[in-house]
DNA sequence: ACTGGCTCCTGAGGGC
DNA sequence: TGCCCTCAGGAGCCAG
């Protein structure tokens, strides 16, 4: 399931190999994504002039237009020979000058590409881009503005940070560690987290999304790095889907509970419903 | 304006 | 060994 890190991964990796390089053709050997696949005859024949990230979609600049790609949640990009032997699942085949095909790979097919026509810079009209938060990085993401954005709103401080209005690209997992790191309560209403709470968990934020990019991205079942070689953990993660094992600083064990439907795990030792450990 | 629940899909994992 | 069942999860959508 790929994080934000494993996306940009995925999107080092691909530019650096397919940059400058001209789209020959295009297969689509299976149109059922998330939403159709309808792709212009106009693409093929464009070079790429560069692979841009916003969120966790792709972006594809190419000479009039952009490409936008969603690796939903099992999907994957690999750059091999056009020899090479397609796999199951490989639902879509870009054929690039000199031999080499990016292969967009989706077992549960909830993955999505789109067509923006126009100079690249207008992929960020496209209806999917144009009501998503800042970035983690962006310096207007800070404990001010995630302050501001939560007041009077009841919903869990952990599906607050995850929906893409408020900020993007924080995931099922790192939602999860970001609020151990900053000793706050999953639970907890966004509104009721104090500026201080949100100091601390827009920078550990940062950290965790930080640390994992430069570690190569982490890794559950289904991600596949562009090269084709499983991924593999190398954050230690603290809490995710370790639900009834030892809390690592404290020995506690940690609890398990759905918020939003999703798993959350916490320390109710370490994260209490106000506080926040030190930095 | 918010909120929570639903939906898409396949493969992994558990129980027997 | 194999079958059946449950479930995970990104994020848009929608009803209340």
């Known amino acids: 399931m790929p994080e934000l890190p494993e996306v940009e991964t995925t999107r080092k990796g691909v530019a650096s190999l397919l940059t400058s390089r001209r789209l ?92 923006q026509a126009g100079e690249p810079v207008a992929a960020g009209e496209h209806w999917l881009l144009a009501h998503l938060g800042p970035e983690p990085f962006d310096p207007a993401f800070d404990g001010r503005y995630l302050k501001s954005r939560a007041r009077g709103r009841r919903v869990a401080v952990k599906n607050f940070l995850m929906d893409s209005r408020i900020v993007v690209g924080v995931g099922n997992i790192y939602a999860n560690e970001a609020l151990f790191l900053a000793g706050v309560r999953p639970s907890l209403p966004a509104g009721r987290v104090s500026r201080a709470g949100y ?66 795990v916490f320390c109710p030792k370490c994260q209490k419903a106000q506080g926040f450990r030190r930095a």
């Open 199 to 264: 100091d601390v968990l827009a920078g550990k934020i940062r950290e965790v999304l930080g640390a994992a990019i430069d570690m190569g991205g982490t890794t559950l079942r289904d991600f596949v790095n562009q090269d084709g070689n499983p991924g593999y953990f190398k954050q230690v993660l603290n809490v995710y889907d370790r639900a009834g094992q030892a809390c690592r600083v404290c020995g506690e064990t940690l609890k398990g509970l759905r918020l939003g439907g999703r798993a959350t």
């Open 24 to 115: 020959e053709a295009v297969d689509v050997r299976e149109s059922r994504l998330r939403w159709p696949v309808t792709l212009p005859a106009e693409l093929p024949g464009q070079v790429l002039l560069g692979l841009d990230r916003r969120a966790k979609y792709l972006l594809f600049r190419f000479q009039r237009g952009t490409l936008i790609l969603h690796l939903g949640m099992s999907g994957s990009l690999r750059v091999l020979p056009a020899e090479a032997p397609y796999l199951k699942h490989d639902h879509v085949i870009f054929h690039f000058e000199g031999g080499r095909t990016l292969r967009f790979h989706d077992p549960r097919r909830f993955g999505s590409l789109h067509w």
